[in-house]
Structures are given as C-alpha cells and as structure tokens.
C-alpha cells in the first residue's frame, strides 16, 4: 500500500464541514450556495450549523443510510480533526433539516440531474441514440405517522392494513451509467405509468427508450412516441397485433393506436454456468421500422440478454432506495414534513 499525501483547503470556521471531499468536485459549495440563496434558505446569522453545511449533512446521509445523525456528522468532520468544530446534538441536527426544508435540495437535484455519458463512452448507445430506461420500486417504507400516512394511505389487506405508508418511486434512468434524467414519487395506489408520464418531457429524439411489460399501454406508447424519442418496449405475450406487413427479417409491421410499430418475436434462452437453462417468449414493439438499420435479429437478443442487468430492475432502484431512507430518518417523531427531500424534476441539459 502507497499513501500519498496532499494537502486540501477547506473552508474556515463552522463552514468547514460544508464539504464532501473528493465529491465536493460534482457539488462543488459554490453551486450549493447560489441554490441557498435562490431558495431563500440562506442562514440570516452565522450559526454552529449554517445552512451550506446542512446541504452537505444531507448528502451525506444519503450515503451513509444506515447510520444515525450523530454518525453522519462524524463522517463528515472526519478529516477536520484540530478545527475546534463543536459536535452538534441529535436535536440541532434535525432543526437545521427543518430550517432548510425540501426546496434547496430539489434546485439541487434539478441542477444536476441529466444525462452524465459523453457522446463516446462505451455501453450508452445504440447507432446514434442514447440508451435510456422507466425503472421505480414500490417496496420503500414511509414513518408510520399521521401526516404520513394522510398522504400515501396504507396498502390494504385481507387481514388488515400494512404496518407502514408504502411509497412508489419512478425514475428515468441512463441505462449505461444509472444516471438519473428525473424522479417522482407518490403513493403506491398510483400506477406506475402515471408516474412515468410525468418524466415523458425528459424524452427526445437523440434517446431510444427501453421498457419492461407494464408500460406498454396503449396510450402511454402514444404519448413516448409523440416526444420524438425512439422506443424499444417488451408487450405482453398474449398480445396479438395485427400484421401489417411481414419483413425479410421475420419482424412484422403493425399499427397500436395510431403509432407505427415494429413487432419482434423470438424466444431467448441464458445457459448458466452450472449448465441450467432459463428462457422465455419475448415479443418486442420498435419505432425503429427499417431493417436496414437494425438488420439483425441478434441484435435485439443481446439487448434482451442485457436488459435483466441494464434496464429492467437495476438502475434505479437502489439509489432511489437510499435517498428514500436518507429522508425518512430523523430522532424524533414529531417531524413537520411528510416527505423526503428528493423532489421531481425538470428538464436539465446533458452535460
């Protein structure tokens, strides 16, 4: 092991936890300190706590989920040993996330969020078309509180109510890199595709999107095709479009509610390593109509073989699991906000 030592500047005073080291380059405290005073959450004195460094504290509890307040801020200040930094209490920590509210942390999210693959990097397009995909959960569990639950309800039951609120979190991911375009959330007794429709002005027509069963109702594909984006959706198997015209390829052409689609049948099989076979029956609708430019049927394979790691239900899962869990924390249960500080979003420029 080689450790190479260099020297770092923080910032002086009770500012000096408002940092996250090496990741304080994507979210550098300039940005966070415009978001504070474009939000109007910007301390009026200068206090132990001020506003830039509850930011930071926030962020970080998103990367440390499984740890309380007082842990969190331990890993913050870990570096700033000989600073003279007080350590707040459980109760300080929780007014400053009061006083700060969810406003600074959704211009943050908005600021940042988008596209994060440069037009060469590796796995994040097909032909000229940026791979991107509707992913969420619904397993995320809220506080059971009165505020809570008067806003997600509880799933019911045979036997009774769940024990607590149930949240669904819908996001628009980059396959490649599982960066997140934009989020949503709200209660379970939602479907997912009114959430996903939320996100649909995220769509263009550099993007090609891929979709899982469950988004390929009628309307909603009229709606993706309206954005200009193109689209690659799974159906359901006991679907049965009409056949327009059948193509050298075996692909056929139909029509779904005004939008011109192409259908692809095939069956994929996965070989194990332990030499047990899965597959299934896949039927797939695509804007992309001409053969010649997907001439091959093994391409949609390799992109049905992929999808289980890439854009079925991995991307965004997890992270939406962790700031769900980085929101719902706090000491007390007398909390005045009913959700977690990661809001939905708007159209941001890939960098």
Not at 85 to 102: Q, W
Not at 105 to 129: D, H, I, M, N, Q
Not at 222 to 250: E, F
Request: aromatic fraction near 8%; include cysteine; charge should be positive.
């Amino acid at each position: 092991m080689v450790t190479v030592p260099r020297p770092v500047t923080v910032a002086a005073g009770v500012l000096a936890p408002g940092h996250l080291g090496e990741l304080t380059g994507y979210v550098p405290f300039e940005l966070v300190d415009d978001v504070l005073e474009e939000t109007l959450t910007v301390q009026r004195r200068t206090r132990l706590l001020p506003s830039r460094v509850g930011v930071y504290f926030v962020l970080a509890m998103a990367m440390f989920p499984r740890l309380g307040y007082l842990r969190v801020w331990d890993k913050l200040t870990a570096a700033l040993d000989g600073l003279g930094l007080a350590r707040p209490t459980e109760k300080a920590l929780r007014d400053l996330r009061r006083r700060l509210g969810a406003a600074p942390l959704k211009l943050l999210f908005e600021s940042l969020a988008g596209p994060a693959a440069l037009p060469g990097t590796p796995g994040v397009r097909y032909r000229r078309w940026r791979t991107v995909a509707f992913d969420g959960c619904s397993s995320a569990k809220a506080p059971d509180r009165p505020r809570v639950c008067e806003w997600l309800g509880k799933v019911r039951h045979r036997y009774g109510d769940e024990g607590y609120p149930m949240l669904r979190v819908m996001a628009l991911c980059e396959t490649g890199t599982r960066a997140l375009p934009g989020a949503v959330f709200g209660p379970v007794a939602d479907c997912e595709t009114s959430y996903a429709g939320q996100l649909l002005h995220l769509l263009d027509g550099t993007m090609l999107l891929l979709d899982d069963r469950g988004f390929d109702a009628d309307d909603f594909l009229a709606k993706i095709a309206a954005t200009g984006a193109q689209m690659l959706v799974r159906l359901n198997s006991r679907r049965a479009p009409a056949r327009w015209a059948v193509l050298d390829d075996g692909s056929y052409l139909t029509r779904i509610n005004g939008v011109r689609l192409r259908i692809i049948d095939a069956r994929v099989t996965v070989t194990a390593s332990g030499g047990l076979e899965l597959g299934g029956e896949y039927r797939l609708a695509t804007t992309l109509l001409d053969p010649a430019v997907t001439p091959r049927l093994s391409w949609w394979l390799s992109i049905m073989r992929g999808g289980k790691s890439s854009w079925f239900s991995t991307p965004c899962a997890a992270p939406c699991s962790r700031a769900w869990s980085c929101a719902r924390r706090t000491p007390s249960a007398s909390s005045r906000r009913s959700g977690p500080s990661w809001p939905s979003t708007r159209r941001s420029a890939a960098p």
